[in-house]
């Protein structure tokens, strides 16, 4: 006998009809006063804001338990209200800062130093490298793809891009490139030709500003504004500028052993991530470059000790025995 189990509870009844479920709203649910109920609301439609371009709202998940008020063995349950978030969230922002590992070569930024006409910084920022998104989607080792788009539906951009510091000359980039897309004016569907180097492509900021003489403080971070909350992997590559002088650069650190770092946005999360501690970037990202290293050696080796190394290394690394630090395991 066919049969549909819509009375509620785990109570079935004979389908005579062969028509199946009836229909019911939650209100006609039977529910036992003795066991626990929620009532859940899941987020069907939140995407209506990025589908529409932000014409149709949806919502995200809410819920809250349904409790029961009982008198003399009878039972009425109580009316629930859910609260559930409207669509489009605040956006996120996602910071990340890249720098050269080195002084010493530990997997973490060691800063220091000073600032002159030359940026003298220990493990300073390093500039012109390029930020690359992946969409984790909740999962670890399979990625949905590359991010170029954020929430709005609009490319990349370098979020401190234009902006000025009181007393200097530029923030972080100039545009990447002049016009390389023109927007619209914010409310309207008026073209704004002050919108440039909109490219969808995020790069450090570079060492000096726009000077050419001042070192930057911004040099070595990123900002990636107007992210959708969730879960990214952010790599880091050299840009093709450090790739065509010869450059090499070895990434000293790691999450999870591969070059992406995690990185988990909540909706409107700040421009600092805070676990524990005091706060920082969301990530950051170390790299090494052999030739840098090698480089000091014959000031080592002629007495001075920047990096406070061992004794049996400094004999090694100076006469020739074993492998020169490019090559040297923790140099990887």
């Not at 006063?33 to 932000?54: M, R, V």
């Not at 890249?98 to 390093?126: K, R, S």
């Not at 999962?139 to 990349?156: I, S």
Request: aromatic fraction near 8%; hydrophobic fraction near 30%; charge should be negative.
């Amino acid at each position: 006998m066919n049969a549909v189990c819509d009375i509620g509870n785990g109570v079935c009844r004979p389908d005579t009809s062969g028509n199946g479920q009836t229909p019911v709203l939650p209100g006609q649910v039977h529910l036992d006063p003795t066991k626990h109920y929620y009532f859940s609301i899941l987020p069907g439609d939140a995407a209506n804001p990025f589908n529409s371009a932000n014409a149709i709202s949806g919502h995200g998940m809410g819920g809250a338990p349904i409790i029961p008020t009982c008198v003399n063995n009878t039972c009425t349950f109580n009316p629930v209200t859910v609260y559930a978030q409207a669509t489009p969230f605040p956006p996120s922002k996602l910071t990340v800062f890249v720098f050269e590992d080195d002084f010493p070569l530990n997997g973490e930024q060691d800063g220091g130093g000073g600032m002159g006409a030359v940026n003298t910084n220990n493990e300073a920022g390093l500039a012109q490298f390029n930020i690359t998104l992946f969409d984790d989607a909740g999962g670890t080792g399979d990625a949905t793809g590359q991010m170029t788009y954020d929430m709005f539906n609009q490319p990349f951009v370098e979020q401190p891009g234009g902006n000025k510091r009181p007393g200097h000359r530029a923030r972080c980039l100039p545009p990447i490139s002049k016009n390389s897309r023109i927007g619209l004016t914010p409310g309207t569907t008026t073209l704004d030709p002050t919108q440039t180097g909109i490219t969808g492509t995020i790069v450090t900021c570079p060492t000096f500003e726009s000077d050419g003489l001042t070192p930057s403080p911004l040099a070595g971070q990123a900002v990636v504004a107007n992210l959708m909350p969730g879960r990214y992997g952010v790599v880091a590559t050299p840009g093709a500028d450090r790739i065509a002088r010869g450059e090499e650069w070895l990434q000293t650190n790691t999450l999870d052993g591969q070059k992406a770092h995690d990185s988990f946005l909540r909706i409107q999360e700040p421009s600092y991530f805070q676990e524990y501690g005091p706060a920082g970037f969301h990530v950051s990202i170390g790299f090494a470059n052999p030739a840098i290293i090698n480089g000091r050696k014959a000031a080592v080796c002629n007495g001075h000790r920047p990096y406070g190394r061992r004794g049996h290394e400094l004999h090694k690394y100076c006469h020739g025995h074993g492998h020169d630090l490019a090559h040297e395991p923790h140099a990887r």
